[in-house]
């Protein structure tokens, strides 16, 4: 497909470069309350949920230009276009498609104006890449449901508000996938419990999250009762090509190449050593190839086409970059990288380095595991039998 841009798109990328360039040098960045002047910014130009209905308070924007204005913000290194991650990736479309009038007033406006954080109870010990046979329960009880069970790899469950949530209704359905009922649960609801996870850097991304007799009012039920499927997949898919993603990943490498620049290895500039100039080349690769099945996913979304899995793909090349740039990184600082996980910054470049080694899990287990994305590619674009 041709992606050249039309007139209005080249347009309008010339609009978010100046306004980045405007409001992302480094003086404003280093302004006090630089991070609640730019939401404020981007929210007013109704870049926040920037693809959704101008009728809930988005921009009304286009595939393509949602993909200039992901990529463009990437190349500048501008901050998130707002901050509840889940609410506008996830949470937002989904109420927007399933949710009553009533839900759509109520989440929708703090979604967009960053109020709190929600979290996505989905995958349960044993079920993580099998999410259809989920077993934490929900039993209507008047105009409550009440919940048990557990959830894992919750990501931010820890200072989330809300969580949109997965349960079982339904245990003698012939599809696993019916019975499946989709809830919004408040964090501070009665009998939940949230246990981090701490990684090796010694953040807590993830939670366990435990359910004993929670109850949830009724109305807080997404879309109709046993069709909860539905809902996350409708959920799921909003997920973008990933072109925005790529854009930052270059980044990453240029930072990559840098460091090779300026450090030393077996008595050469790092940058020198065929051993590590190959792998520098392959991550180049890699990153192409993931442009290019971007836009092939992208080429499917604007000709209105059946979406397949080829974000896998990008999401499994992902974990691999993401464990290959600290282990080459660490590779070349030697004995400057012994200040892993320490409070210390008087390492290279403040210790980004090794403490993103140790940080790699967010970006590896989040959005499922390579292996899960592998199962993925080998089922739903390979056609080979399920594993």
């Given at each position: 497909?041709?992606f050249?841009l ?5 347009a309008?990328?010339?609009e978010?470069?100046a306004?980045a360039k405007?409001?992302l ?9 630089f991070?609640?002047n730019?939401?404020k910014k ?5 870049w926040v949920g920037?693809n959704w209905p ?6 009304g924007?286009?595939i393509m230009?949602?993909?200039?204005l992901k990529?463009e ?7 998130p276009l707002?901050?509840c ?11 927007i498609?399933?949710g009553?009038e009533?839900?759509?007033?109520k989440?929708?406006p703090?979604i967009?104006?960053?109020?709190y954080?929600w979290?996505t109870g989905?995958?349960e010990?044993?079920f993580?890449?099998?999410l259809?046979?989920?077993?934490c ?6 105009d ?10 919750t990501s ?5 508000k809300?969580?949109?949530l ?8 012939a599809?696993?996938?019916?019975g ?5 649960v408040e ?6 419990e949230v ?5 090796m850097a010694?953040g807590?991304l993830?939670a ?6 929670v ?6 039920l997404?879309?109709?009762?046993g069709?909860?499927w539905?809902v996350t997949?409708?959920?799921?898919a909003?997920e973008?090509?990933?072109i ?6 270059v980044r990453?490498l240029?930072k990559?190449v840098e460091?090779a ?14 051993s590590?100039?190959r792998r ?5 690769t890699?990153i192409e ?7 092939r ?14 974000t896998?793909?990008n ?6 970059l993401?464990?290959?740039?600290g282990d080459?990184a660490l590779e ?13 910054t008087?390492g290279v470049d403040?210790?980004?380095w ?10 590896v ?5 390579p292996?899960?994305q592998?199962?993925?590619i080998?089922e739903r ?7």
């Amino acid at each position: 497909m041709d992606f050249k841009l039309t007139p209005d798109e080249e347009a309008f990328r010339d609009e978010v470069r100046a306004f980045a360039k405007e409001n992302l040098s480094p003086e404003a960045r280093k302004s006090p309350g630089f991070l609640a002047n730019w939401l404020k910014k981007v929210r007013e130009k109704r870049w926040v949920g920037f693809n959704w209905p101008e009728a809930y308070g988005g921009g009304g924007g286009g595939i393509m230009e949602q993909v200039i204005l992901k990529e463009e913000m990437a190349k500048a290194g501008a901050p998130p276009l707002g901050l509840c991650l889940m609410g506008l990736q996830w949470v937002g479309p989904a109420i927007i498609e399933y949710g009553t009038e009533e839900q759509k007033q109520k989440f929708l406006p703090d979604i967009l104006d960053s109020k709190y954080q929600w979290c996505t109870g989905y995958s349960e010990p044993g079920f993580g890449s099998d999410l259809a046979s989920l077993q934490c329960k929900a039993v209507r009880d008047g105009d409550e449901y009440v919940i048990n069970g557990q959830k894992i790899w919750t990501s931010i469950a820890s200072w989330s508000k809300w969580m949109i949530l997965l349960t079982r209704t339904d245990f003698n359905t012939a599809d696993k996938h019916d019975g499946i009922t989709c809830l919004l649960v408040e964090m501070d609801s009665p009998g939940i419990e949230v246990r981090p996870i701490k990684n090796m850097a010694g953040g807590s991304l993830f939670a366990e999250v435990f359910f004993e007799n929670v109850r949830v009012p009724v109305e807080n039920l997404l879309g109709d009762e046993g069709k909860g499927w539905a809902v996350t997949v409708s959920a799921l898919a909003h997920e973008r090509s990933g072109i925005s993603e790529v854009a930052g990943l270059v980044r990453q490498l240029e930072k990559t190449v840098e460091l090779a620049k300026h450090t030393r290895h077996n008595g050469r500039r790092a940058s020198e050593q065929p051993s590590i100039r190959r792998r520098l080349a392959k991550a180049d690769t890699i990153i192409e190839g993931m442009r290019l099945n971007g836009q092939r996913f992208l080429t499917k979304q604007l000709k209105g086409e059946p979406l397949s899995s080829e974000t896998s793909i990008n999401k499994l090349h992902r974990a691999f970059l993401a464990i290959e740039f600290g282990d080459l990184a660490l590779e070349m600082l030697g004995n400057a990288s012994q200040y892993l996980g320490s409070e210390d910054t008087s390492g290279v470049d403040q210790n980004l380095w090794p403490n993103g080694v140790l940080d790699w899990p967010t970006v590896v287990i989040g959005g499922g595991t390579p292996n899960i994305q592998r199962n993925i590619i080998a089922e739903r674009i390979l056609g080979l039998p399920k594993d």
